[in-house]
């Protein structure tokens, strides 16, 4: 247990920030979740609405730097790689 009085606000600040990153993080954790629960459905509309808010949370939490910008980058990235290719499956026409 911290015994100065700096100590003792730094775990309290420190308590805080935590609290606040985990539900943040819990959020980006369920849009891609829910992203992911589209596409295994193939419901391209829902997905590319899904898409868009996780877009958003995850940039917002990159520019507030509770996960890494290149992190987050990376990841709508790579969601928006699977509705396009779910889209291009989709246009192909069947054999």
């Known amino acids: 247990m911290p015994h100065t009085a700096s100590a003792k606000k730094r775990l309290r600040q420190n308590v805080k920030r935590h609290l606040r990153n985990k539900a943040a993080k819990s959020k980006l954790a369920t849009k891609r979740r829910g992203f992911a629960a589209l596409v ?17 949370t ?8 509770t996960v890494h910008k290149k992190n987050a980058s990376r990841k709508v990235s790579r969601m928006a790689k699977q509705l396009a290719a779910m889209k291009a499956a989709k246009a192909a026409p069947a054999k």
Do not use: N, T
């Not at 295994?40 to 958003?56: F, H, M, S, Y």
């Not at 995850?58 to 730097?65: E, I, L, T, V």
């Open 40 to 56: 295994a459905a193939g419901d391209i509309e829902g997905a590319a609405k899904a898409l868009r808010e996780a877009q958003k």
């Open 58 to 65: 995850f940039d917002q939490a990159g520019s507030k730097r």
